[in-house]
C-alpha cells in the first residue's frame, strides 16, 4: 500500500473572546479521513499552540492549522485550515444615573466624558469615551459636553455616554444632568449725595448708576422710597 490517505480539512472558523477576558478557549475540529487500506486512520493535529484539540486562553489573531493524517502502512497526507479569534463584545457601559454640575464663574462648563462613567468595562480594552445632549438635534458624540447659563433653568438634561473599545464595537447608557447657577450676583451702590430740594427726582440715574456683574448676566431693578416734607427736605 504506497497510496497515502484522503484527507479534507475543516473550514476557516472564527472564535470570539470570551466574556471576561481577551481570549478565547478553543476546541479544534476533526479532519475527514479516508483510507482504502487502513481502519482507523491515525491523524493528528498541530499548530503555534501545539497538539491536541483543545487550548485555552488563546489570543486574538490568525492562526494556521496543520492536519496529518497517517495510514498503517506509514502513508501520510495534510492539509491546512485556519483558526480566526475576533473579539465581537461590545463594552458594558454603566453610567452615574443622575448627577448636578455647578457653573463656573465664566458661566460655561465643559464636563469631560469620563466624568459620567461610573466604572464601564470591556473584556479587552477600552479605547474611547464620548458624550452628547440629547435635548439638541444639532449634538453629536464628542470627548466632552458643554453647558450654559440658559441650562440653569431647566429640569433635567439628558446626555449620552459612549464607549468605544479597541476594535470598534460600542454600546451607550444615559444619564439625567442638573446645572446648577450657584454664583450670586455683586452691585456696589452710587455714594449717597446731597440734592437740592428743587432737584428732579423722577430719574434716578442723574444720582449715578450702580455697578453689578454676574457669571450668568443681571438685570437690576429699584424700589424708591422716599420721606419728604411739604418743604422738599428729606
Do not use: M
Amino acid at each position: 500500500d504506497n497510496k497515502p490517505p484522503t484527507i479534507t480539512c475543516p473550514p476557516a472558523l472564527t472564535f470570539n473572546t470570551n466574556a471576561n477576558s481577551c481570549n478565547a478557549n478553543i476546541q479544534l475540529p476533526l479532519p475527514i479521513v479516508d483510507d482504502e487500506c487502513s481502519n482507523p486512520v491515525n491523524s493528528t493535529v498541530n499548530w503555534i499552540f501545539g497538539p491536541g484539540l483543545i487550548h485555552n486562553n488563546i489570543p486574538l489573531g490568525t492562526y494556521p492549522v496543520i492536519y496529518t493524517a497517517t495510514d498503517a502502512c506509514g502513508n501520510g497526507a495534510t492539509c491546512s485550515s485556519t483558526i480566526i479569534v475576533k473579539d465581537e463584545i461590545v463594552p458594558t457601559a454603566i453610567c452615574i444615573t443622575q448627577t448636578t454640575i455647578a457653573l463656573p464663574t465664566n458661566g460655561e462648563a465643559w464636563v469631560p466624558a469620563q466624568s459620567f462613567d461610573a466604572g464601564s468595562f470591556d473584556n479587552c480594552c477600552l479605547q474611547k469615551y464620548e458624550v452628547k445632549r440629547n435635548d439638541d438635534p444639532a449634538s453629536i458624540f464628542g470627548p466632552s459636553v458643554k453647558f450654559i447659563c440658559l441650562d440653569s433653568g431647566k429640569d433635567f438634561i439628558p446626555i449620552s455616554l459612549k464607549l468605544t473599545d479597541c476594535h470598534g464595537l460600542y454600546n451607550t447608557c444615559d444619564v439625567l444632568v442638573k446645572i446648577q447657577d450657584k454664583y450670586k450676583p455683586t452691585i456696589t451702590c452710587p455714594s449717597a449725595v446731597v440734592i437740592d430740594c428743587q432737584t428732579n427726582r423722577s430719574d434716578l440715574n442723574v444720582f449715578g448708576k450702580p455697578v453689578a456683574s454676574d457669571n450668568c448676566g443681571y438685570t437690576i431693578a429699584y424700589n424708591l422710597k422716599e420721606n419728604i416734607s411739604n418743604c422738599g427736605v428729606g
